[in-house]
Nanobody, 124 residues
Framework: QVQLVESGGGLVQAGGSLRLSCTASGRTFSSYAMGWFRQAPGKDREFVSRISRNPITTYYAASVKGRFTISRDNAKNTVYLQMNSLKPLETAVYYC?????????????????WGQGTQVTVSS
C-alpha cells in the first residue's frame, strides 16, 4: 500500500510559478515510479510528467516541456513538480500518482495509487 499527500497548490497569476510536493508513505519510495496528472473541470485526467525509479529518467507532456520540472528526493519520500510560466488554461486539480508496476506509462491506468489532489488556479 502507498499513501500520497499533495501540497503546494494555490492561486497564481499567469506567468507565475508554483512548486507542488507529494509525500509518500507505506511501500519503499525508491522502488516505484511517480507521476503527476491534472484534471480541469469537465475534462479527462491528463498526464503531466513522470519520474522513474533509479536510474532516474523523466518524461513530460509536450505542453509543459521546458516549463515544468519533476524531481524526487528519496530520503524525504517526496516528489516535486516545479511549474514555471503558468497559463490560465492550466488551472486544474493536480494529482500525484505511484506506479508500482514494471511496465510504466503515461496513462492513468498505469498508476496504482493516487493522492487527493491539490488545486492550482492561474489567473489571467
Amino acid at each position: 500500500q502507498v499513501q500520497l499527500v499533495e501540497s503546494g497548490g494555490g492561486l497564481v497569476q499567469a506567468g507565475g510559478s508554483l512548486r507542488l510536493s507529494c509525500t509518500a508513505s507505506g511501500r519503499t519510495f525508491s522502488s516505484y515510479a511517480m507521476g503527476w496528472f491534472r484534471q480541469a473541470p469537465g475534462k479527462d485526467r491528463e498526464f503531466v510528467s513522470r519520474i522513474s525509479r533509479n536510474p532516474i529518467t523523466t518524461y513530460y507532456a509536450a505542453s509543459v516541456k521546458g516549463r515544468f520540472t519533476i524531481s524526487r528526493d528519496n530520503a524525504k519520500n517526496t516528489v516535486y513538480l516545479q511549474m514555471n510560466s503558468l497559463k490560465p488554461l492550466e488551472t486544474a486539480v493536480y494529482y500525484c500518482a505511484a506506479d508500482t508496476g514494471v511496465v510504466g506509462g503515461t496513462t492513468p491506468d498505469r498508476y496504482d495509487y493516487w493522492g487527493q489532489g491539490t488545486q492550482v488556479t492561474v489567473s489571467s
